[in-house]
Structures are given as C-alpha cells and as structure tokens.
C-alpha cells in the first residue's frame, strides 16, 4: 500500500506520506496456491493503491506465477507510465486480463496542474497496448478542477472515448484533508469562512 506520486487531488500520499510497504513475492504466491489449491479461487482483484509502482517487483511476480504453472486471472490499478508493451506483454502471459487507470484529464494544462505528469501520448499508447495484448482497460477520470473549464471538460469526455476503453467513470473531484488541492482551496477561503471551518474540525 501507498503511492509515490504528487497528484494533488489525491489521499493515498497524503496518508502514507509517500512511502510504500510490500509484502514479499513469495507469500503473495504462496497465499495465490493455497487459494488456487484449496478453494478453487480463479481470479483475483489486486487491491494495491499502486501495483506497478516496482517494475522489478512485476517482473518477478509475473515470472514466478508462470513458472509455477498457477491458472489464475488477475486484474489490478496502474499508472500509464509505469509499464510499457514489453511489461504488459509479460503482465498478459501471467494471467493479468484488465488493468484500471487513473488518467484524470484529457488536456495537459488540467494535467499539469493536478501535477499528473503524464502526457497524452503516454495515456494513449499504453491503453492502446493494452487492447492489442487483450487487457481490458478502465480509465478513471476525475471534473471539477478550480479554473477548469467547460470546455476543458468535454475534451476530457472525447478523450476517454477516443480511447476505447472498456469502462470509463468520471467523478467530481474532492479536496481531502491533507491533500495538496485541499491545503489551496483553504487559502482560497474568506477568512470568516476558514474560521467556521477550523471551529467545526476542532469541534468548538
């Protein structure tokens, strides 16, 4: 669990303070047999904030589930620029069959300030590896930025259909406590109003 990144709308960092824990490849393919073996478990949903925050780490879990001959399907959450064609080509062989991402945006100023830093070329090319390899992909996307425009928006929406992808949801973006976009709307805020709200957090 945890995350790396600096995307500004997001709680994950915010609450791990940007550090990961792994548990260690051979219990995970240790737990996949037992679940295999003895309940007859065929398909797992990796519940990773991340899961390929460590391409080593994928690469190694992807060739220990081949060589150990585990018929298992897999699905899990990505960024678009952790793998590339040859890293989901190996995912595919280890039974990896749908991938969700957080694309967030379809016009780079919107991006940008999210401080994504992904591009629109990568976002493409990836998801378009993964209809070639035949990994179903979901695309999450996220409206409602200060400054965005309605415009801006629909881009977004003609984005995530010109990508093809299997699913796609879109939601109002939200400014957690501890979240970089949370921190600037406060300073956003009337006085009076940062007053009320520090009242009602503190309980007075």
Same mark, same amino acid.
């Given at each position: 669990k945890g995350?790396? /990144?600096?995307?500004?709308?997001?709680?994950?960092?915010? +609450?791990?303070?940007? @550090?990961?824990?792994?548990?260690s490849i051979k219990n995970v393919i240790h737990e996949i047999q037992i679940l295999n073996s003895k309940y007859g478990v065929n398909s797992i949903h990796?519940?990773?904030?991340?899961?390929?925050i460590n391409r080593k780490r994928i690469e190694e879990f992807c060739n220990q589930i081949i060589d150990s001959g585990i018929k298992i399907r897999w699905r899990a959450l990505s960024r678009v620029d952790t793998v590339d064609k040859e890293l989901l080509s190996q995912m595919k062989?280890?039974?990896?069959?749908?991938?969700? /991402?957080?694309?967030?945006?379809?016009t780079?100023?919107? +991006?940008?300030?999210? @401080?994504?830093?992904?591009?629109?070329?990568t976002i493409t090319e990836t998801i378009a590896y993964c209809r070639a390899l035949g990994i179903k992909t979901k695309?999450?996307?996220?409206?409602?930025?200060p400054t965005q425009t309605k415009k801006e928006i629909f881009e977004t929406f003609s984005f995530a259909k010109s990508?093809?992808?299997?699913?796609?949801?879109?939601?109002?973006v939200r400014a957690y406590p501890g979240t970089e976009l949370f921190e600037k709307q406060l300073k956003n805020h009337q006085p009076?109003?940062?007053m009320? /709200?520090?009242q009602k957090k503190e309980g007075l």
């Open positions: 995350c790396i /990144f600096n995307c500004i709308f997001c709680s994950v960092p915010a +609450l791990s303070k940007r @550090k990961v824990l792994f548990r990796f519940m990773d904030d991340l899961f390929t062989k280890a039974g990896c069959y749908k991938l969700a /991402f957080g694309i967030e945006s379809g780079p100023r919107i +991006l940008n300030l999210m @401080k994504k830093n992904i591009s629109i070329q695309g999450f996307f996220t409206i409602g930025y990508l093809l992808l299997d699913s796609a949801y879109f939601m109002i009076e109003n940062l009320r /709200f520090k």
